[in-house]
């Protein structure tokens, strides 16, 4: 249950490419990684064939978004912008550590700048305790950020339960897209 | 007389907020094998903006208990009792049978009307109810709870509402979310509350006067007290965190709710008066979705404290914490019959999510529902049916089962998502 390294360099690369609008839409490279995942997971004869041809995919969505300029349209601004959950779990997975990592360092050199981690959960259970559980994933990243010395002033948390999907459909696919923590930078 | 004052506190009820053109339709998908036959003969009337007999008809079929006389099978179309000829109803099968007029006198209309045993040739109702063209309406609903009360034993359910949450999307991963009230049938949907931030966990107030919900609108968790004559709302919690899940306390001073403030999600009662909060629970895990029992002595809410969610029951001044549910690896979102005597809850195995009901005495779980994603339960305020909210094939929809499962209806909303459905408790 590992992203393999390539991923991961992937992820960040991509990240550091273009900046991105605060829109709260989750970028696609991590979308993009985040189906590598799925093919790793699912089974073994899906390699770099299959990671190659999503990288490309992701690659054309963010250009076709267009993203603007802006505060955050610098080069060090981390791209990836969506943490992903195991089920019924707000631990956040060794795969994502660099990148929340890359976030805290982001708002450690920046003070000024505030972040919202917005938390979700899948469709499965009821609505409220998932709202609990999207609100955990939130906290779990602002402690991890806390930890990196991000100030408790630069954190807001908020959580939607199941109430905005990025995935519609009834399966895992679309239910491990949506169990996720947003991270939105506030103008 | 009690029902006339009934007919004018539902007009003084009625909602003066935008009409919406969605509308839900019901569809019965099981009905009880020992359905009543009943032939309801359409009541004579010169002109008549609505058609009374069918909004009775449709309510009586559509509770499941009776089997509904087609108007094509009827020997004769009788208004007065001296037109009714037991035998000829007798022949077709049917047991009682309902006649009606309607009188109009210059925009205000006098509706009559009788239910009669057929085999006992004898009258069991009979009433004249004055009704202006715009309640007429509520007026057949009145009809049918009288007609159903009379049969049943049970309080009728027909002139009730139903709250619940609409979404549809806006493309580009945004929605809008809207709060609609709507007549136990489905028609007249209004929309109370609107925002392109989530609405959920619309809660009426004991009196159905209110309704506490928690709207995102303002990028956080609120939330509103909603007086729905009016529309006139209260900002009651707007805490750092969770503030989810209210529940009004049946004698409608406080609401129970869900805040993370402390850390946890955990159970507190607000005092609407004061705005005192007492803390009711206190673990380190998610404590949310708090249900009153009927006498207010008890919350039963759902817990993570466990690993998994289970129910528990505490005191209502806090304290007394035990575990209610053992069975299921999901037991959440408790709601209470209105006699207190049962629980229906969402009850998970596996990725299979269904309606269960506990009976309180002997804490044994029935599932009454078929899956895989049922939520939300709300019992009808006579307590005969549970209404709750499922998904298929990426719509939600609403349906309706009876307490002992067996009868099933389906209501079919002509747009977006609906879901998170709360059956007003008084008609």
Redesign the interface.
């Known amino acids: 249950m590992k992203l393999n390294n390539t991923l991961i360099a992937l992820l960040i690369s991509t990240s550091l490419l273009t900046a991105c609008s605060d829109d ?2 989750p970028i696609s490279a991590a979308d993009s990684v985040r189906t590598g995942v799925g093919s790793v997971n699912g089974a073994s004869t899906n390699g770099l064939n299959n990671a190659g041809g999503m990288n490309a995919q992701g690659l054309a969505g963010m250009n076709g978004m267009g993203e603007g300029s802006g505060e955050y349209n610098d080069p060090n601004s981390p791209q990836a912008k969506v943490i992903y959950f195991m089920i ?1 779990s707000s631990d956040v997975q060794p795969d994502f550590v660099p990148v929340v990592n890359a976030h805290a360092q982001y708002l450690v050199a920046n003070p000024s700048i505030h972040i ?1 981690l917005e938390g979700n959960s899948d ?7 998932n ?3 999207g ?2 994933r939130a906290r779990s990243v602002a402690n991890m950020m806390k930890a990196q010395g991000v100030s408790d002033s630069q954190l807001q ?5 199941e ?2 999907p ?1 995935a ?3 399966d895992e696919s679309a239910w491990e897209q949506n169990r996720r923590v947003e991270i939105v930078y506030v103008r | 007389m009690n029902f006339f004052k009934l007919i004018c506190i539902c007009v003084m009820l009625g909602f003066s907020i935008s009409n919406s053109h969605a509308e839900l339709t019901i569809e019965i998908t099981e009905g009880v094998e020992s359905a009543l036959p009943l032939a309801v003969v359409p009541f004579a009337a010169q002109s008549m903006p609505v058609d009374i007999r069918n909004i009775i008809n449709a309510d009586l079929e559509r509770s499941g208990y009776f089997k509904m006389m087609a108007e094509q099978g009827m020997p004769s179309r009788p208004s007065t009792p001296a037109e009714v000829d037991f035998n000829s109803w007798k022949g077709v099968g049917q047991n009682y049978l309902t006649i009606g007029r309607v009188t109009n006198n210059g925009g205000q209309y006098s509706v009559e009307f009788q239910l009669f045993d057929v085999y006992k040739s004898e009258q069991l109702l009979g009433y004249q109810i004055n009704s202006s063209a715009a309640d007429l309406r509520k007026t057949a609903h009145t009809i049918s709870d009288m007609i159903f009360e009379k049969l049943t034993g049970k309080k009728g359910v027909f002139s009730g509402r139903i709250a619940y949450i609409t ?1 549809n999307s806006l493309g ?2 945004k ?1 809008t ?1 809207q709060l609609q009230v709507a007549d136990a049938d489905g028609v007249n949907p209004q929309t109370i509350a609107t925002s392109n931030e ?1 609405i ?2 619309p809660s009426w107030s004991p009196d159905g006067r209110q309704m506490a919900y928690v709207s ?1 609108e303002r ?3 609120a939330i509103y007290v909603q007086t729905l004559a009016t529309g006139a709302r209260t900002r009651v919690a707007e805490f750092a ?2 503030n ?2 209210p529940a009004w306390s049946p004698d409608s001073t406080r609401l129970a709710l ?1 805040l ?1 403030k402390d850390g ?2 955990d159970i507190y009662v607000l005092n609407l008066a004061t705005r005192a909060l007492t803390k009711i629970t206190n673990s380190l895990a ?1 404590d ?2 708090p249900t009153w029992s009927p006498d207010g002595n008890n919350i039963v809410f ?1 817990s ?1 404290r466990g690993g ?2 289970q129910l528990y029951m505490a005191s209502s001044q806090g304290g007394n914490e035990q575990r209610i549910t053992f069975t299921g690896d ?1 037991n ?2 408790a709601s209470f019959s209105p006699d207190g005597k049962y629980l229906a809850m ?1 009850h ?1 195995n596996g ?1 299979n ?1 269904r309606i269960g009901v506990m009976d309180m005495a002997s804490r044994a779980i029935n599932v009454l529902t078929s899956g895989p ?1 049922d ?2 339960p709300s019992f009808a305020p006579n307590g005969t049916m549970i209404l709750y909210a499922s ?1 298929k ?2 719509a939600g929809f609403l349906s309706a089962v009876s307490l002992d499962g067996k009868m099933q209806q389906k209501l079919v909303f002509n747009s977006g998502e609906v ?2 459905p709360a059956w007003s408790p008084v008609p």
């Open positions: 709260k839409k019924d919202i469709e499965r259970g009821s609505r409220e305790y709202v609990a559980l609100e955990q948390t908020v959580s939607y339960g109430e905005k990025a519609m459909g009834n | 979404s580009n991963k929605w979310y989530p959920m966990s995102f990028k956080r968790a965190g969770i989810g899940a869900t993370s946890s999600p998610i949310t979705e759902t993570g998994k969610p999901y959440a979102r969402v998970g990725n999510y994603t939520e939300s998904r094939g990426g879901r998170e």
